[in-house]
Structures are given as C-alpha cells and as structure tokens.
Nanobody
Framework: QVQLVESGGGLVQAGGSLTLSCTAS????????MGWFRQAPGKQRELVAR???????DYVDSVKGRFTISEDGAKTTVYLQMNSLEPEDTAVYYC??????????????WGQGTQVTVSS
C-alpha cells in the first residue's frame, strides 16, 4: 500500500499564492506518476497537474502559466505552487500517486484532500 500525506491549502484572496505538498511512503517499488486533482462542489474531480517519473508534466488548461508542479530529489514529494489564484480555483485538492508496489502490480493512492478557498 502507498500512503500519501498532504499539507498546505487554506484561504487566500484572489491573486494570492499557495503551495501544496504531498509525500508518498509505504510499499513503493517504483513511482509512475504523482499529481494533484481537484473537485469543486457539484463538479467532477479533474486533473490539475501531474509529473511522471521521467519528469514530464501535464496541466489542465485553466492553470497553465499559473501553477507549477515540482518534485524533490527523491521524487517522493511533489509540490504544487499556485500563483494568481482565482475564485474558480476553489476546491478540495487531492494528491494522487500511481506506483508499482511489486514489479508487476501497480496501485493508485489518494490523499485525504485539502481545501483551497480563494475569495474574490
């Protein structure tokens, strides 16, 4: 099993910044990708940003140029730097990790979620 511990989030005014972090631990044979999803009330969960083990990154169009995902040297902690926040960014943000837990079996793990609220 892979465990994720998230930190960050909170309340910020529009135009402000926040940083989320997420650390993976547990039975990790090899990480495939780590990223952040978000879910606003009444909406489906969507991918916000993801970084693969090879270093490739993906972002949802609405955050491109404002959010940056990065990882530490051990590649077990990811950070989401969120700048120029907008009220539309308000949501619960969930960390996700996809990892091989054995050479042939992979697992999807989710964090508990952290609230980000952007006031106008």
């Amino acid at each position: 099993q892979v465990q994720l511990v998230e930190s960050g989030g909170g309340l910020v005014q529009a135009g402000g910044s926040l940083t989320l972090s997420c650390t993976a631990s547990g039975n990790i044979f090899r990480l495939i990708a780590m990223g952040w999803f978000r879910q606003a009330p009444g909406k489906q969960r969507e991918l916000v940003a993801r970084v693969t083990s090879g270093g490739s990154t993906d972002y949802v169009d609405s955050v491109k140029g404002r959010f940056t995902i990065s990882e530490d040297g051990a590649k077990t902690t990811v950070y989401l730097q969120m700048n120029s926040l907008e009220p539309e960014d308000t949501a619960v943000y969930y960390c996700n990790a996809r990892a091989y837990v054995t050479p042939h079996t992979w697992d999807d793990a989710w964090g508990q979620g952290t609230q980000v609220t952007v006031s106008s």
